[in-house]
C-alpha cells in the first residue's frame, strides 16, 4: 500500500511542554486474545505498518475488544499520550451544512476510505513515541494508528487538499466519509424497521432516529410514549400508545416532508409548538409564494420544565431552537410567527431569572415577533396543531384576578392574569410608600390593566375581593375622597386603552391564589425555580410622574433642608434663576420677560403647536426646539 507522500502531508505529535514519558506495565492476556495479537503483528508486519523498535521512553499496552462478528479488534491503549497531547483546533465540517449542500439532488454515492489512517505516515520523530508492548517485542507504528488524538482532524485536513476543487461542488465529506452528489438520475429509498421489540432494539432506533429528526416534524412528540420505556426504572410493556406511535412513525417515515436550502438572501421563519411533554419548532423560508421547511428541532422536556407555564414553554422552545441552530440565527434574519406573547414578557425588565437569561440569549440575534397568519404548506399543517386555533389574542376574553392589602408591615398587591389556551402570568407588587386597604386594592387594579395592555389583550374581566373598589368603578358606589377620586380617573384613562373592561366582586376564598402573591410581595424574591414577576412600586399608580419643577419649588417656597452639601449648593445655584408666582415656577432671563416653566406634558403640546399648530412652520427639530425658548410662545401665561 503506497500511501500519502509525507512531503505532502504527515502526522505529527504536538506534546504538551513538560510531558514526563510513560512506560505502562505490561498487562496479562489469556492465550486465545495473545494468539489473536500475535497474527494481528504479523499482518501489520506484513504490511510495514509497525517496526520493532528498542530502548524507547513511551510504552502502551494492546487491547483486544471483541466486534459483533465474534472476532477480535486490536486496540492501543495511547491514554497517557493523548493526555500529553494538546489538542488540533483544525475546524471539521458543520454537519448541517453538508447536509443542505446535499439537498436537491436525486442520486448518492456514499464511501468509505479503506484504511484510510494507515494511509498517512508518521512524522519519522514520533514513531517511537507510540510504541507498544507484545509478548514477545515491543513495536511502534510507521503510520496513522487509530485511537490516538487528533488523527480525525489529520485526516480531514488531507481530505480538503485533495479535493480542494471538488468540495461543495459535487462532493461532500466529513473525515474519512464521503458523499458524491451528482445532479441528475433518479433513485428509490427504503427505510428498514426493527423487527424485534425489546429494549435493546428500542434503544438503537432511538439513535437512529435522533440523526433523522432534522427531517422529522414533531418527532420528539410523536416517539414520547416509546422513549419512556427506555428508562431504567419502567417496566418494557409494549402497550397501545406504543404502537400508535409506531404506526405513526411509520407513516412519517414513508412520506417525509421535503427540505429545501435557506437563501442567504431571504429571512427565515420560526414556527414553535409545544405540548406537555415535548417542544417543537420548524424553520421555514418562503419561496415562489409558498413556504419551504428547512430544518425541524423537537426535544423532550425534562421533569421540572414539564411544569413550565404555557408561555415559558413556547420561550424555552424558542431559546432551544436558537441554541441548536445557532449558525442560521447568525447569518440570517429571524421572524418568529406565533399567537403567543413571547416578546412582550420577554421584553420586561423585572422578569424572573430564568426569563431574564432567555432574553439575553436571544438579544444576541435578529428577531423579530409576528402573529402566526395562514400556513402556506400543508407538509406544515400536522406541525401546527399548537396553542390555539389561529387568530389573534386579543379577540379573547382575559380574566384578571387581582388582590391588595395594608398592614404595619408595608402595602403590597398580587395579580393574576389568564389568558387563552393555559396562558398564566402572576404579578406579586410591594409598596414603597404607605397605602390604606382600598388604595392597595386600586393598585392592584391599575398594576393588572397594565400588564394585560401589555400583553395586547383588549377585553378584560377583573375579579377582586374588594367590594368598595368594584361598586366604585363600576358607579353604584359616590367616591366621596379625593385620593380615591384620583385613583378613579386613572382607571377609567387605563379602561379607554381596551374595548371591554368588566370588574366584578368575588367572596375572598374565590381569591385565595391572589392574595398569596400579594403576601409574597413582603418576602424575598422567589429566584429560579418560581415563575412570578416581583418588583416594587415607589410611587402611587394614580399619581403624576416625577416633575423636575416640584424640587426647585419646593426649596423656594419652603426652603427644604437637604442632608448632602453639595446638593443644597447646586439647588441653591439651580434656584436663583428661577421665581415663584402664584404657585407657577419662571424662569428669569437676562433680556427678556420671565418664561413659564413646563412640565412634560405641558412641553409636549407647546412643542407639537408650534410645530404643526396654526402658526406653525413644521420646521425641522433643531428650529422647532429654538422657538420653544422665545416669550411669544411659552412666555405667555
Not at 49 to 54: C, G, P, S
Request: aromatic share 8%; proline share 5%.
Amino acid at each position: 500500500m503506497p500511501g500519502i507522500d509525507p512531503k505532502f502531508l504527515c502526522h505529527r505529535l504536538a506534546l504538551c511542554r513538560g510531558a514526563r514519558p510513560v512506560a505502562q506495565k505490561k498487562r496479562k492476556m489469556g492465550d486465545e486474545k495473545r494468539k489473536v495479537a500475535d497474527a494481528e503483528v504479523k499482518k501489520l508486519l506484513q504490511a510495514k505498518f509497525i517496526r520493532e523498535v528498542t530502548y524507547t521512553t513511551w510504552l502502551a499496552n494492546v487491547v483486544l475488544v471483541k466486534k459483533s462478528n465474534e472476532k477480535w479488534r486490536m486496540c492501543t491503549d495511547y491514554t497517557d499520550l493523548n493526555k500529553a497531547c494538546p489538542k488540533d483546533a483544525y475546524p471539521l465540517p458543520c454537519i448541517d451544512r453538508l447536509v443542505d449542500g446535499a439537498s436537491g439532488h436525486s442520486i448518492f454515492s456514499f464511501l468509505d476510505a479503506y484504511s484510510g489512517y494507515n494511509q498517512i505516515k508518521m512524522h519519522p520523530g514520533d514513531e517511537e513515541k507510540m510504541t507498544f508492548i507484545t509478548e514477545n517485542a515491543n513495536f511502534c507504528y510507521q503510520v496513522m494508528p487509530f485511537g490516538l488524538k487528533n488523527t480525525g482532524v489529520t485526516y480531514q485536513r488531507l481530505m480538503d487538499k485533495v479535493f480542494q476543487g471538488q468540495i461543495d461542488r459535487n462532493i461532500k465529506i466529513y473525515v474519512d466519509d464521503m458523499v458524491v452528489t451528482p445532479q441528475k438520475k433518479s433513485y428509490l429509498s427504503e427505510v428498514i424497521l426493527w423487527g424485534k421489540r425489546d429494549r435493546s432494539k428500542l434503544r438503537q432506533v432511538s439513535g437512529r432516529l435522533v440523526a433523522l429528526s432534522r427531517f422529522l416534524p414533531r418527532l420528539a412528540d410523536k416517539i414520547s410514549s416509546m422513549t419512556k420505556l427506555l428508562r431504567k426504572a419502567s417496566v418494557f410493556s409494549w402497550n397501545e400508545p406504543c404502537e400508535e406511535a409506531f404506526a405513526t412513525l411509520k407513516t412519517t417515515l414513508a412520506t417525509p416532508p421535503t427540505l429545501t436550502r435557506p437563501d442567504p438572501l431571504s429571512p427565515l421563519l420560526v414556527y414553535l409548538a409545544v405540548s406537555e411533554e415535548a417542544i417543537s419548532s420548524v424553520l421555514v423560508q418562503e419561496k415562489e409564494g409558498t413556504q419551504a421547511p428547512i430544518y425541524f428541532v423537537s426535544r423532550l422536556l425534562q421533569d421540572s420544565e414539564t411544569r413550565y407555564q404555557l408561555i415559558e414553554k413556547v420561550a424555552f422552545g424558542l431559546v432551544h431552537t436558537s441554541q441548536r441552530l445557532r449558525h442560521y440565527f447568525q447569518s440570517h434574519r429571524v421572524v418568529v410567527h406565533t399567537d403567543c406573547p413571547i416578546s412582550k414578557v420577554l421584553g420586561k425588565p423585572e422578569l424572573v431569572e430564568r426569563m431574564m437569561a432567555w432574553s439575553m440569549k436571544l438579544s444576541q440575534f435578529d428577531i423579530t415577533f409576528k402573529l402566526r397568519g395562514p400556513i402556506k404548506a400543508q407538509c406544515l399543517a400536522d406541525f401546527m396543531n399548537e396553542l390555539h386555533p389561529h387568530g389573534q389574542f386579543e379577540e379573547y376574553w382575559w380574566t384578571l384576578h387581582v388582590d391588595g392589602s395594608s398592614n404595619c408591615r408595608g402595602s403590597r398587591a398580587g395579580v393574576i392574569l389568564e389568558g387563552p389556551k393555559g396562558i398564566v402570568l402572576e404579578q406579586s407588587l410591594r409598596f414603597r410608600f404607605k397605602a390604606s386597604n382600598n388604595q392597595a386594592e386600586y393598585e392592584a387594579l391599575l398594576a393588572g390593566l397594565r400588564l394585560a395592555e401589555d400583553m395586547g389583550a383588549s377585553r378584560i374581566k377583573c375579579l377582586t375581593d374588594s367590594k368598595v373598589v368594584a361598586e366604585q368603578v363600576g358607579g353604584s358606589f359616590q367616591v366621596k375622597y379625593h385620593n380615591m377620586m384620583k385613583y378613579y380617573h386613572a382607571y377609567q384613562k387605563l379602561k379607554a386603552n381596551f374595548q371591554e373592561v368588566l370588574v366584578e366582586h368575588i367572596p375572598r376564598e374565590d381569591n385565595i391564589r391572589a392574595d398569596q402573591l400579594a403576601r409574597l410581595a413582603a418576602t424575598k424574591k422567589p429566584g429560579q425555580l418560581r415563575t412570578i414577576i416581583q418588583q416594587g412600586t415607589d410611587h402611587p399608580g394614580q399619581s403624576d410622574p416625577p416633575d423636575w419643577r416640584d424640587e426647585i419649588k419646593a426649596f423656594i417656597t419652603n426652603g427644604v433642608a437637604l442632608a448632602d452639601p453639595t446638593e443644597v449648593k447646586r439647588l441653591r445655584k439651580q434656584a436663583n434663576r428661577y421665581v415663584v408666582n402664584v404657585n407657577l415656577l419662571y424662569r428669569r432671563g437676562f433680556s427678556t420677560p420671565l418664561l413659564k416653566c413646563l412640565g412634560p406634558t405641558e412641553a409636549n403640546y407647546v412643542i407639537r403647536e408650534v410645530h404643526k399648530g396654526i402658526g406653525g412652520m413644521h420646521s425641522g427639530a433643531r428650529t422647532t426646539t429654538q422657538n420653544s425658548y422665545e416669550p411669544d410662545t411659552i412666555g405667555r401665561p
